[in-house]
Each structure stands twice: as C-alpha cells, then as structure tokens.
C-alpha cells in the first residue's frame, strides 16, 4: 500500500472536539421524530454526544 506520510508523522483525528460538537448541535437541528431519517439523525447525535468529554466550564461548576 503505498502512502503520502511518513510513518514518523504525527496522524491527525478525523474531526476535532469542536467539530465533533457542531456535528451534534447541527444532527440535533435537522433532526426530527416525524421521518426515519430524522429519527436516525437524533439517534446518531445522542449517540456522538455520549462519547464527547463534558466541557471544562461544566466540570469547574461541578467543583
């Protein structure tokens, strides 16, 4: 298999924490219970938001 990176090279994540945030927000947005679609579309951001780490304002309110 032949690739463009080093095997030194830092790999880089697919998306980023914040990207993976939007991702939900928006999931969120354009889903609905009214068609399958929407349905997979929250199913999907509750199943992203889950793996997501709180956010470090919500973890200093917990104290």
Known sequence: MDTDYSRDEPRLPLITLGEARDIVALLLYL???STHEGRRAMQL???IALRLPE???TLAARG
């Open 31 to 33: 889903g609905d219970e």
């Open 45 to 47: 951001a509750s199943d």
């Open 55 to 57: 956010p470090e304002n």
